[in-house]
């Protein structure tokens, strides 16, 4: 059983542009929710896709946006970035979206806006 | 709001020794509450999920306990070794936005001294 993917493993942007970061789920879930670690803190939740609908959002501005594809595979999309957008991004699926779920997470992308 | 909370911060033992890390949190209307590690610029590895209903969960040398109606979680950490110095992270899910999405505590950094 493949667990979770993200690529790329580290990335380095400029202020004002847009970034793609991509996972793979753990095979057989079809829920995939996004989450920002800035240095020394927890995880903050940004969103979550079920059978490619957005189905939550956390307190983050609309430049941050994603899709999840057939396959359950999932992009987070960064428009116009920040210098704050620095962070480590993870990605978590489950099986399905229910709270009785674990979530497994993938090993993250680190970003860099400089 | 739901918020979490992780006392110590950081945490320095001898190895062999005993140890307990805390988690609050404030609303105890929560589905779940699981319990991660996580290594330096690494994603995370789920170490024990607790469901609301339940009030420990055990792996090996850890245990956690949930006790809802405060507000705690305390995780157990038996004869500590070098290999279990990591960030320790706790995070609650519950129903917001529309999805079960977890809200992490800040995490305990954990070395244990050979």
């Known amino acids: 059983e493949t667990g979770v993917t993200q690529s790329p493993t580290h990335l380095i942007k400029t202020r004002g542009q847009q970034v793609t970061l991509r996972c793979s789920s753990q095979?057989?879930?079809?829920?995939v929710s996004w989450y920002q670690q800035a240095l020394g803190q927890g995880p903050q939740f940004i969103f979550q896709y079920y059978r490619e609908e957005e189905n939550g959002r956390g307190n983050f501005p609309p430049r941050f946006s994603g899709l999840q594809f057939p396959n359950y595979s999932s992009e987070l999309n960064v428009n116009a970035l920040e210098l704050d957008d620095s962070a480590l991004y993870l990605c978590a699926s489950s099986r399905t979206g229910l709270a009785k779920e674990t979530q497994y997470f993938g090993p993250g992308t680190r970003l860099l806006v400089l | 709001k739901q918020e979490v909370t992780q006392i110590p911060a950081a945490l320095s033992v001898p190895e062999g020794e005993n140890l307990v890390l805390n988690c609050s949190f404030t609303d105890s209307a929560i589905y779940n509450l699981q319990w991660f590690r996580q290594d330096p610029g690494k994603g995370l590895t789920s170490l024990l999920l607790i469901q609301s209903s339940q009030r420990e969960q055990t792996s090996g040398r850890l245990n956690a306990s949930l006790d809802k109606s405060s507000g705690r979680s305390t995780l157990y950490i038996a004869a500590s070794q070098p290999g279990d110095s990591a960030t320790y992270l706790c995070a609650v899910q519950y129903s917001g936005a529309g999805s079960y999405q977890l809200t992490f505590g800040k995490g305990t950094k954990l070395s244990v001294i050979p």
């Open positions: 095979s057989g879930h079809n829920t």
